[in-house]
């Protein structure tokens, strides 16, 4: 061990990358398509100064990968200093209860009837009358329904033919961290246009574009298809984005 070393803390560390790769503040910003001020206040230990929600933990990992350090080492150095500033989002969990002896035993019972119950039920219905199939929740779940906004406007919305080969749906998630004015454009319909509070979501299919405007560009956080988008603004900012199906991928979080 050579005199006088001493381990880095992962804001030293990470900053130290940087430097080392010859790269400003900006440049590392327009690697990450983050802003300088986040790439400063991660370098500086001020983690509980960034946006709240899904974004911390995703900004680590980006600014890490992009000066060479290994994300999910560099995340785990800071979760362990900052605990309660990079908390993992809790998972649900469905817990699937233990059926009793008794339980078990009805069930058998009812398996056994089924086939015959089937039976006298296909022989009792008219000839003209084909018995219904009952689908499966996963079949169900595959036929592609048009999504809806949560949220809806004054009149409701107006019925839109869409073609038959309608591309993969591509589903943009707004989640409200703190109260904010919001306006929300879709092709040129007004989807949202209220004040929102703290922990409201609206999810929306994006067509051709969706316009985002707010007073506060920070309280309005995304995600589209699931994958976490990228910081709109800081905080107080006005919010002012425009999100088409031409550009959406420029607008996530890369890992």
Known sequence: MV??????????????ARKAKGWSHRQLAEATKLSVRVIELLETDRIADLPEG????????????EVGLNPEQLLAEF????????????AAVVVNPKPTSSFQQALAVVSGL????????????PSDRAPVAVLPPSAIERRAEPLRAAVMPIG????????ASRPVPVVVTLTISSRCQLRVVADGT??????????????IELGEELL??????????????GQAGRLLGQPGDVLSA????????????RY
């Open 3 to 16: 005199a006088g070393h001493r381990t880095l803390d992962p804001a030293a560390r990470l900053r130290e």
């Open 54 to 65: 899904i974004y911390r933990r995703s900004m680590v990992k980006s600014v890490a990968r």
């Open 79 to 90: 979760t362990a200093v900052y605990p309660d500033d990079l908390a993992s989002p809790r």
């Open 114 to 125: 089924l086939p015959m119950a089937a039976g006298v039920l296909y022989f009792a219905l």
């Open 156 to 163: 409701g919305f107006s019925e839109v033919s869409l073609p």
């Open 190 to 203: 007004e989807i949202v246009g209220r004040v929102m509070h703290p922990g409201e979501t609206v999810p």
């Open 212 to 225: 985002l405007l707010g007073d506060n560009a920070s309280a309005v956080q995304f995600s589209i298809n």
């Open 242 to 253: 425009r999100i088409g199906r031409d550009d959406y991928q420029d607008f996530l979080v």
